[in-house]
């Protein structure tokens, strides 16, 4: 199946510092349907960088169908439909991958290191 990769940015300065109390909800359910994504098999890794600065994102790896279904997936992210992230759509191909990457990250519905609903994915 063909994969895809979607990078999503704050759409607002100083989101990462000081969110709202609806940003942080929104980023609750954003982290849910990633989860209930990985769960289906769509969603391969999702992710996002530690630097707190204007450069910072993050990533999900997924397959979908055809470039159409990608979108629609991507476009119904509730952090990316809400605004609180702009997105941005990629084909990709997975070239290598390490045997440890499934060892690295913490099962699907595992607790988290912020409960608050915050960047933690």
């Known amino acids: 199946m063909p994969q895809f990769l979607y990078r999503v940015r704050p759409a607002r300065p100083g989101f990462l510092s000081a969110p709202t109390a609806d940003e942080t909800a929104i980023v609750g359910e954003h982290f849910r349907y990633l989860e209930e994504l990985t ?4 969603v391969l890794l ?3 960088t530690l630097n707190e600065d204007a450069s910072t994102f993050g990533i999900v790896l997924f397959q979908a169908s055809s470039e159409g279904d990608a979108a629609l997936i991507m476009r119904r992210d509730p952090a990316v439909r809400a605004g609180v992230f702009s997105a941005e759509l990629f084909p990709y191909r997975i070239a ?7 060892d690295l990250a913490p099962p699907v519905g595992a607790p988290r290191a912020q409960e608050d609903g915050t960047l933690s994915t």
């Open 39 to 42: 769960r289906q098999a769509v």
């Open 46 to 48: 999702a992710g996002r």
């Open 96 to 102: 290598l991958a390490s045997p440890r990457l499934l």
